[in-house]
């Protein structure tokens, strides 16, 4: 088949002209090069056939329907953003092929034939990748503590008043459970802040580790943390709590020689909803029975309706 070949393989696009049977009546230049497929290996054979990957019913349809309304047709490319794949040779790429934009549209109407434009997109999308990154890099600067990158003391006010009117909504428990890591001062002291910071991080990753994805864990400051546990009844979130209790105890950090023991403590209460209990109120009751495990010699769970 005969094209305009000053248009056809100069344009920077690719340029595919496919019956409506798929097969590939022409292939440009641009797909020639960026694929190393040359058009007289490829022209007359089904582009579904050569290229498995793309889905036959899908594009069958498109381009039917761009035939039927005489109009372009957008094609999607989910979910590999791209319909011929093109592999990028960049170490600094975060795709490993040519993202692709695809328009169905009518070449030869009495013929059946449509053309297909393959816009390159990978530039764009790009940046938006690293625009949603630094997005999220943002949202996290905001919302979580910068040295154990669990959630800070402002987020966990915005959400556990959210938690607790979607709780009531849906008549479940919400419990909280208030810790304390036990003789920090002394490791600070004994050991340095950076061993200090050490002892934080792997806490919070043993919190972190233990709960749900709907319940959440912030820092209050210096060596407390709270957890907000969701749809979680008192004897629920006192397993929880036990549980955490113990993995903190079996955890050791080693500074040289020396082997740094962590124990916690950890006061849990659920909000009384009968009583329109608050977040604020049972935070504080949370915080009072841990200050019960704290004169009961440390390392313990105090919990209490």
Not at 162 to 171: G, I, M, S, V, W
Not at 176 to 196: E, L, P, Q, V
Not at 247 to 273: L, M, P, R, Y
Request: charged residues 30%; negative net charge.
């Amino acid at each position: 088949m005969k094209f305009n070949d000053t248009v056809f393989n100069t344009i920077d696009n690719g340029i595919i002209i496919l019956d409506e049977n798929l097969n590939i009546l022409a292939w440009n230049r641009w797909l020639e090069i960026r694929t190393n497929i040359l058009k007289d290996e490829i022209e007359n054979k089904n582009i579904c056939k050569e290229f498995p990957y793309i889905d036959e019913k899908k594009l069958k349809r498109k381009v039917k329907a761009a035939l039927v309304t005489k109009n372009p047709s957008y094609f999607n490319v989910d979910p590999h953003k791209h319909l011929i794949e093109i592999r990028i040779n960049s170490i600094n790429a975060n795709y490993e092929f040519m993202q692709q934009d695809v328009t169905i549209v009518p070449y030869d109407l009495d013929r059946k034939i449509v053309c297909l434009y393959i816009y390159d997109k990978t530039a764009l999308r790009e940046i938006n990748l690293k625009l949603e990154r630094a997005n999220k890099e943002l949202i996290d600067l905001t919302n979580k503590d910068y040295l154990t990158k669990v959630y800070n003391r402002r987020y966990f006010n915005e959400y556990s008043e959210k938690a607790l009117e979607l709780a009531k909504r849906n008549k479940q428990d919400i419990s909280i459970i208030a810790i304390d890591i036990d003789r920090f001062k002394k490791i600070n002291d004994t050991y340095g802040h950076n061993i200090g910071d050490e002892v934080l991080i792997e806490v919070a990753n043993v919190f972190k580790s233990s709960i749900r994805k709907s319940d959440i864990v912030a820092r209050f400051g210096g060596e407390e943390f709270i957890i907000l546990l969701i749809n979680a009844q008192l004897d629920e979130a006192t397993t929880i709590a036990e549980k955490m209790r113990v993995k903190i105890e079996d955890t050791i950090i080693n500074v040289e020689d020396n082997e740094v023991d962590i124990t916690a403590s950890f006061g849990v209460a659920t909000v009384n909803q009968e009583n329109n209990e608050t977040i604020e109120t049972t935070l504080k009751r949370a915080d009072d029975l841990l200050y019960i495990a704290k004169k009961h010699g440390r390392n313990e769970v105090v919990n209490s309706l």
